[in-house]
Nanobody, 123 residues
Framework: QVPVVESGGGLVQAGGSLRLSCAAS????????MGWFRQAPGKEREIVAV????????YYADSVKGRFTISRDNAKNTVYLQMNSLKPDDTATYYC????????????????WGQGTLVTVSS
């Protein structure tokens, strides 16, 4: 188990942008698809975006499609989430996971969670 470190969250007005970063060790980062998840108060953690190891395949939740972009830099062992046109409903703690797989129609996170980074979007 190797923890990841999320950063980049903060307070932003609706319509604004943030860029989240997720730094992982080479051992954890290597070979796996990585995903961003988020959890709002009183809600279950939900998938936001996923990117394959090669970066050639991505997935976005319908709620963020067209507004968020996931990318990865394997040389730096880092995954990013560029968030544009933010809405109050995007308010949540955002987590990344260094091994994200699709099974049974849902996305599962298999590696350890970090502490997350809080994103608050005001009206």
């Amino acid at each position: 188990q190797v923890p990841v470190v999320e950063s980049g969250g903060g307070l932003v007005q609706a319509g604004g942008s943030l860029r989240l970063s997720c730094a992982a060790s080479g051992r954890t980062f290597n070979s796996h698809a990585m995903g961003w998840f988020r959890q709002a108060p009183g809600k279950e953690r939900e998938i936001v975006a996923v990117i394959s190891w090669s970066g050639g395949s991505t997935y976005y939740a319908d709620s963020v499609k067209g507004r968020f972009t996931i990318s990865r830099d394997n040389a730096k062992n880092t995954v990013y989430l560029q968030m544009n046109s933010l809405k109050p409903d995007d308010t949540a703690t955002y987590y990344c996971n260094s091994n994200t797989v699709s099974r049974g129609g849902v996305w599962n996170a298999l590696d350890a969670w970090g502490q997350g980074t809080l994103v608050t979007v005001s009206s």
